[in-house]
C-alpha cells in the first residue's frame, strides 16, 4: 500500500521504535510477528484504505485440478 520494498518498510519500522514513534512506519511487536495498524496506516497516507478487488477469472478458464496419481511411472515417486 505504501509502495516500497520489504527492507525500506524494514528500515522504516527500526526507525519507529528508535524514535519511539516519532517518525518512520508505525509497527506492533508480537515477538518475531511485526504489524502495522490499519488505521495508523490509513493516517499516514491521509485517507481509508480498501482492500484490492480479487482478480477476476474468465468463465471459460479452465479449472486447476490435482495432477494424477500415475504410480506406475516410476518418476512420479520423485
Do not use: C
Not at 519511539?20 to 488505521?39: E, I, Q, T, W
Amino acid at each position: 500500500m505504501l509502495r516500497v520494498g520489504r527492507t525500506k518498510a524494514y528500515a522504516m519500522a527500526r526507525e519507529w521504535r528508535a524514535t519511539n514513534g516519532r517518525s518512520g512506519l508505525p509497527v506492533l511487536d508480537f515477538g518475531s510477528v511485526l504489524r502495522v495498524p490499519l488505521h495508523r496506516l490509513e493516517a499516514m497516507v491521509g485517507g481509508q484504505l480498501h482492500a484490492p478487488a480479487p482478480m477476476a477469472v474468465p468463465a471459460d478458464a479452465p479449472a486447476i485440478t490435482a495432477p494424477a496419481d500415475d504410480s506406475s511411472d516410476p518418476r512420479a515417486r520423485w
